[in-house]
């Protein structure tokens, strides 16, 4: 069994966790948390052992694997500073892939990708690190996906669909073959996408078209 702490105590981890369960060779030890409320509880029976401070002690009790439990609305931000903080740790990022998920066995999956439960991922797709394809969304083929992208429950990307670094498809959205998803950009729930999305935009409706730019105030 290979030792696994979480970085996140939240709903995203919850799912993490029972992916995790249902893998075989992964023991889950515990989470940590910046939020010092939750220290002492526990997320589906696994306790929050405290913040990031806890790593080094974990580290020498051979505590080597790690997961991100943070997931993201729109941003991708968060959980792409936390990931990055796990491995300045040394930690290695593991990725969770629900059992229920069809994975090509061409396609090309980064280190720390979580794929949930029903999800297509299908011939040739390409992942960078640290990327997100919720529960039921499908990726058809030659998709290339960046790092720290986030797929969100039920979307739907035709082939070919490349989605840059940091970008975000919300729930339901449908984006045409062929199309680029600019750097951080959000496609919003229910998009359909027809045209490429340039870096750093919101765009919505149907078909798609540009709401606003992001919010470049997290310094993301």
């Known amino acids: 069994m290979i030792p696994v702490i979480g970085f996140g105590a939240g709903g995203h981890a919850k799912v993490v966790i029972e992916i995790l369960r249902l893998a075989t060779g992964f023991e889950?030890?515990?989470?940590?948390?910046r939020n010092v409320k939750l220290r002492g509880s526990d997320v589906l029976g696994v306790p929050v052992l405290g913040d990031d401070s806890f790593a080094s002690a974990l580290a020498a009790r051979g505590v080597r694997h790690a997961f991100v439990g943070i997931g993201g609305t729109a941003s991708t931000c968060a959980r792409r500073r936390v990931f990055d903080r796990v491995r300045e740790l040394g930690f290695d990022v593991v990725s969770a892939v629900h059992p229920s998920a069809v994975v090509s066995p061409s396609a090309v999956v980064g280190a720390g990708a979580t794929i949930m439960a029903g999800v297509?991922?299908?011939?040739?797709?390409?992942?960078?690190?640290?990327?997100?394809?919720?529960?039921?969304?499908v990726v058809e083929h030659d998709c290339r996906l960046g790092d720290h992208v986030h797929v969100a429950t039920g979307a739907r990307l035709a082939g070919g669909v490349t989605?840059?670094?940091?970008?975000h498809v919300g729930v339901g959205a449908t984006i045409r073959q062929g199309m680029t998803i600019g750097r951080r950009s959000v496609?919003?729930?229910?998009?359909?996408?027809?045209?490429?999305?340039?870096?750093?935009?919101?765009?919505?409706?149907?078909?798609?078209?540009?709401?606003?730019?992001?919010?470049a105030s997290d310094g993301c």
Do not use: E, K
């Not at 297509?120 to 969304?137: I, L, Y």
């Not at 989605?163 to 970008?167: E, F, P, Q, R, S």
């Not at 496609?187 to 919010?215: C, E, N, Q, S």
């Open 28 to 33: 889950i030890v515990g989470l940590l948390d």
């Open 163 to 167: 989605v840059l670094d940091g970008a």
């Open 187 to 215: 496609v919003g729930a229910g998009a359909v996408v027809v045209d490429d999305v340039a870096d750093g935009v919101i765009v919505v409706g149907v078909p798609a078209r540009v709401l606003r730019p992001v919010d």
């Open 120 to 137: 297509v991922v299908n011939a040739s797709a390409m992942f960078g690190v640290d990327v997100t394809v919720n529960t039921g969304a």
